[in-house]
Protein backbone atom coordinates (compact mmCIF):
# COMPACT_ATOMS: atom_id res chain seq x y z
CA UNK A 1 0.00 0.00 0.00
CA UNK A 2 2.06 3.17 -1.00
CA UNK A 3 2.05 5.75 1.68
CA UNK A 4 -0.05 8.86 1.64
CA UNK A 5 1.74 12.10 1.94
CA UNK A 6 -0.83 14.28 0.92
CA UNK A 7 -4.55 14.38 0.63
CA UNK A 8 -6.48 16.23 -1.97
CA UNK A 9 -7.44 18.81 0.47
CA UNK A 10 -4.57 19.55 1.66
CA UNK A 11 -3.08 20.28 -1.78
CA UNK A 12 -5.84 22.48 -2.33
CA UNK A 13 -5.59 24.58 0.95
CA UNK A 14 -1.40 24.44 0.19
CA UNK A 15 -2.24 25.91 -3.86
CA UNK A 16 -3.22 29.29 -2.76
CA UNK A 17 -3.10 30.68 -6.17
CA UNK A 18 -5.13 27.99 -8.10
CA UNK A 19 -6.43 25.76 -4.96
CA UNK A 20 -5.41 23.08 -7.41
CA UNK A 21 -7.85 21.91 -9.45
CA UNK A 22 -6.02 19.12 -11.03
CA UNK A 23 -5.77 17.39 -7.25
CA UNK A 24 -7.71 14.66 -7.49
CA UNK A 25 -5.34 13.67 -10.44
CA UNK A 26 -2.13 14.70 -9.37
CA UNK A 27 -2.38 13.39 -5.37
CA UNK A 28 -2.12 10.11 -5.88
CA UNK A 29 0.36 10.31 -8.24
CA UNK A 30 2.43 12.36 -5.64
CA UNK A 31 1.00 9.44 -3.29
CA UNK A 32 2.85 6.89 -5.57
CA UNK A 33 5.92 8.17 -6.68
CA UNK A 34 7.67 10.32 -4.10
CA UNK A 35 7.82 7.63 -1.37
CA UNK A 36 9.54 5.83 -4.80
CA UNK A 37 12.49 8.18 -4.02
CA UNK A 38 12.68 8.15 -0.31
CA UNK A 39 10.47 10.59 0.43
CA UNK A 40 8.67 10.96 3.37
CA UNK A 41 6.35 13.69 4.26
CA UNK A 42 9.07 15.86 5.98
CA UNK A 43 11.21 16.17 2.84
CA UNK A 44 7.91 16.52 0.85
CA UNK A 45 8.01 19.61 2.57
CA UNK A 46 10.66 21.20 0.88
CA UNK A 47 10.31 19.30 -2.61
CA UNK A 48 6.49 20.27 -2.96
CA UNK A 49 7.71 23.96 -2.60
CA UNK A 50 10.41 24.06 -4.82
CA UNK A 51 8.14 22.16 -7.17
CA UNK A 52 4.69 24.23 -6.52
CA UNK A 53 6.88 27.37 -7.84
CA UNK A 54 8.61 25.86 -10.70
CA UNK A 55 5.22 24.32 -12.36
CA UNK A 56 2.72 27.10 -11.21
CA UNK A 57 0.79 24.61 -9.06
CA UNK A 58 1.38 21.42 -11.18
CA UNK A 59 -0.12 23.87 -14.50
CA UNK A 60 2.88 24.23 -16.51
CA UNK A 61 4.97 21.49 -17.54
CA UNK A 62 6.84 23.16 -20.29
CA UNK A 63 9.63 26.01 -20.16
CA UNK A 64 8.09 29.57 -21.64
CA UNK A 65 10.25 30.84 -24.36
CA UNK A 66 7.81 32.78 -25.81
CA UNK A 67 9.49 36.14 -24.96
CA UNK A 68 9.12 39.98 -26.23
CA UNK A 69 12.64 41.22 -27.43
CA UNK A 70 12.49 43.60 -24.30
CA UNK A 71 11.99 40.60 -22.24
CA UNK A 72 14.95 39.09 -24.15
CA UNK A 73 17.03 41.70 -23.32
CA UNK A 74 16.26 41.48 -19.10
CA UNK A 75 16.33 37.96 -19.02
CA UNK A 76 19.25 37.47 -20.97
CA UNK A 77 21.35 40.84 -21.29
CA UNK A 78 24.92 39.69 -22.56
CA UNK A 79 23.36 37.60 -25.29
CA UNK A 80 20.74 40.25 -26.38
CA UNK A 81 22.70 43.39 -25.98
CA UNK A 82 20.44 45.56 -28.27
CA UNK A 83 17.17 45.31 -29.53
CA UNK A 84 18.22 44.92 -33.10
CA UNK A 85 19.94 41.46 -31.90
CA UNK A 86 16.97 40.30 -30.02
CA UNK A 87 14.17 40.94 -32.19
CA UNK A 88 14.97 37.46 -34.63
CA UNK A 89 14.09 35.59 -31.21
CA UNK A 90 11.10 37.40 -29.90
CA UNK A 91 8.13 35.34 -29.90
CA UNK A 92 9.80 32.52 -31.95
CA UNK A 93 10.56 29.59 -28.71
CA UNK A 94 11.84 27.01 -31.35
CA UNK A 95 15.04 29.72 -32.54
CA UNK A 96 15.60 30.68 -29.02
CA UNK A 97 16.11 27.62 -27.33
CA UNK A 98 18.62 26.65 -30.43
CA UNK A 99 20.55 30.25 -29.52
CA UNK A 100 20.74 29.47 -25.71
CA UNK A 101 20.33 25.74 -24.97
CA UNK A 102 22.70 24.67 -27.96
CA UNK A 103 26.31 23.60 -27.73
CA UNK A 104 25.61 23.18 -23.80
CA UNK A 105 24.19 20.70 -21.48
CA UNK A 106 24.84 17.65 -24.10
CA UNK A 107 23.10 19.47 -26.90
CA UNK A 108 24.79 18.67 -30.09
CA UNK A 109 21.74 18.35 -32.84
CA UNK A 110 20.41 21.54 -34.13
CA UNK A 111 16.95 20.75 -32.69
CA UNK A 112 18.21 19.51 -29.62
CA UNK A 113 18.22 22.94 -27.71
CA UNK A 114 14.27 22.88 -28.76
CA UNK A 115 13.62 19.44 -27.75
CA UNK A 116 15.86 19.21 -24.69
CA UNK A 117 14.19 22.64 -23.32
CA UNK A 118 12.86 22.71 -19.28
CA UNK A 119 10.50 20.17 -18.90
CA UNK A 120 7.88 18.49 -15.96
CA UNK A 121 7.11 20.14 -12.93
CA UNK A 122 11.08 20.68 -11.69
CA UNK A 123 12.02 21.90 -15.34
CA UNK A 124 14.96 19.04 -16.47
CA UNK A 125 17.00 20.85 -18.77
CA UNK A 126 19.64 19.84 -21.56
CA UNK A 127 20.17 16.36 -23.30
CA UNK A 128 22.70 14.86 -20.89
CA UNK A 129 19.77 15.24 -17.72
CA UNK A 130 17.46 13.64 -19.71
CA UNK A 131 19.75 10.88 -20.86
CA UNK A 132 20.92 10.45 -16.97
CA UNK A 133 17.26 9.95 -16.25
CA UNK A 134 16.34 7.65 -18.78
CA UNK A 135 19.01 5.29 -17.53
CA UNK A 136 17.77 5.63 -14.26
CA UNK A 137 14.33 4.73 -15.10
CA UNK A 138 15.73 1.63 -17.57
CA UNK A 139 17.99 0.34 -14.17
CA UNK A 140 15.51 1.26 -12.06
CA UNK A 141 12.16 0.30 -12.83
CA UNK A 142 12.70 -1.12 -16.16
CA UNK A 143 11.03 1.27 -18.25
CA UNK A 144 12.96 1.81 -21.98
CA UNK A 145 12.41 4.82 -23.16
CA UNK A 146 14.94 7.38 -25.12
CA UNK A 147 15.92 11.05 -23.64
CA UNK A 148 13.75 12.53 -26.62
CA UNK A 149 10.46 10.40 -25.80
CA UNK A 150 10.89 10.83 -22.34
CA UNK A 151 10.89 14.88 -23.36
CA UNK A 152 7.97 14.65 -24.66
CA UNK A 153 6.39 12.43 -22.10
CA UNK A 154 7.33 14.31 -18.89
CA UNK A 155 5.48 17.73 -20.61
CA UNK A 156 2.69 16.35 -20.76
CA UNK A 157 2.03 13.33 -18.27
CA UNK A 158 1.40 13.82 -14.65
CA UNK A 159 3.07 10.23 -14.10
CA UNK A 160 6.32 10.94 -15.87
CA UNK A 161 6.44 14.62 -14.73
CA UNK A 162 6.61 13.41 -11.14
CA UNK A 163 9.36 10.57 -11.83
CA UNK A 164 11.42 13.70 -13.23
CA UNK A 165 11.08 16.03 -10.39
CA UNK A 166 11.61 13.57 -7.77
CA UNK A 167 14.81 12.25 -9.63
CA UNK A 168 16.17 15.67 -10.53
CA UNK A 169 15.06 16.35 -6.18
CA UNK A 170 16.61 13.52 -4.52
CA UNK A 171 19.00 11.50 -7.14
CA UNK A 172 20.46 14.32 -9.60
CA UNK A 173 20.74 16.88 -6.49
CA UNK A 174 20.77 14.50 -3.80
CA UNK A 175 18.62 16.75 -1.64
CA UNK A 176 16.98 14.29 0.52
CA UNK A 177 19.06 14.69 3.76
CA UNK A 178 19.03 18.55 3.52
CA UNK A 179 15.08 18.41 3.16
CA UNK A 180 15.37 16.54 6.27
CA UNK A 181 17.15 19.13 8.20
CA UNK A 182 14.75 21.68 7.21
CA UNK A 183 17.68 23.51 4.92
CA UNK A 184 15.42 25.13 2.55
CA UNK A 185 17.34 28.08 1.55
CA UNK A 186 20.41 25.58 0.56
CA UNK A 187 17.59 23.38 -1.34
CA UNK A 188 16.27 26.46 -3.59
CA UNK A 189 19.70 27.40 -4.69
CA UNK A 190 20.92 23.73 -5.28
CA UNK A 191 17.71 23.93 -7.16
CA UNK A 192 17.62 27.55 -8.76
CA UNK A 193 21.75 27.99 -9.05
CA UNK A 194 20.31 31.02 -7.08
CA UNK A 195 17.53 32.33 -5.18
CA UNK A 196 15.12 33.27 -7.88
CA UNK A 197 11.07 33.35 -6.51
CA UNK A 198 12.62 32.84 -3.20
CA UNK A 199 9.43 34.28 -1.13
CA UNK A 200 6.95 32.45 -3.07
CA UNK A 201 8.98 29.38 -2.49
CA UNK A 202 9.15 29.74 1.33
CA UNK A 203 5.23 30.57 1.15
CA UNK A 204 4.51 26.83 0.07
CA UNK A 205 7.17 25.99 2.32
CA UNK A 206 5.14 27.39 5.28
CA UNK A 207 1.84 25.83 3.95
CA UNK A 208 3.09 22.90 3.39
CA UNK A 209 4.70 22.34 6.91
CA UNK A 210 0.68 23.97 8.04
CA UNK A 211 -1.35 21.57 6.13
CA UNK A 212 0.21 18.55 5.41
CA UNK A 213 0.56 16.02 8.67
Request: proline share 4%.
Amino acid sequence: MNAQLISAESLKRICWKTGAPAAKEIVPVINKICPLYGMSTLILHEFLANVLHESNEFSRYEENLNYSANRLMAVWPFRFKTIKSALPYANNPQLLAAKVYNGRMGNTAPLDGWEFRGSGPIQMTGKDNFTRFASWMDRKFNITRSEQEWARLIRTDHEAGMHSACWIFSIAKGLNDEAARNEMELIIQRINGGYNGLMDRLRYYELCKEFLV
